[in-house]
Nanobody, 124 residues
Framework: QVQLVESGGGLVQAGGSLRLSCAAS????????MGWFRQAPGKEREFVTG????????GYSDSVKGRFTISRDNAKNTVYLQMNSLKPEDTAIYYC?????????????????WGQGTQVTVSS
């Protein structure tokens, strides 16, 4: 069993930065692809970014490319999301997730474990 706990959300002005963390329990954390998703009120959950077990492969949605950076520290069982140049449209609950499927995926249904989410609010 894997448990994921996000932290680092909050209120920030447009143009500001936040760093989210996702701490994982379970010895198999380092073997799997990890993703960050977000869900705004009234909208479906959407893929933001993901990272391979080694950290050597990453993917980003077009809406955050060039502004967000994902990284992981397997020794600390933690995945990070550095968010820069934040915009009001980035306001959402951000979730980290783990998939046991081989390869990378941007589909929420492919992920087996989810955190409880952390709120990010960007004011204009």
């Amino acid at each position: 069993q894997v448990q994921l706990v996000e932290s680092g959300g909050g209120l920030v002005q447009a143009g500001g930065s936040l760093r989210l963390s996702c701490a994982a329990s379970g010895r198999t954390f380092s073997s799997y692809f990890m993703g960050w998703f977000r869900q705004a009120p009234g909208k479906e959950r959407e893929f933001v970014t993901g990272i391979s077990w080694s950290g050597g492969s990453t993917g980003y949605s077009d809406s955050v490319k060039g502004r967000f950076t994902i990284s992981r520290d397997n020794a600390k069982n933690t995945v990070y999301l550095q968010m820069n140049s934040l915009k009001p449209e980035d306001t959402a609950i951000y979730y980290c997730a783990l998939t046991r499927k081989a390869g990378r995926s941007g589909r929420a249904e492919d992920y087996d474990y989810w955190g409880q989410g952390t709120q990010v609010t960007v004011s204009s």
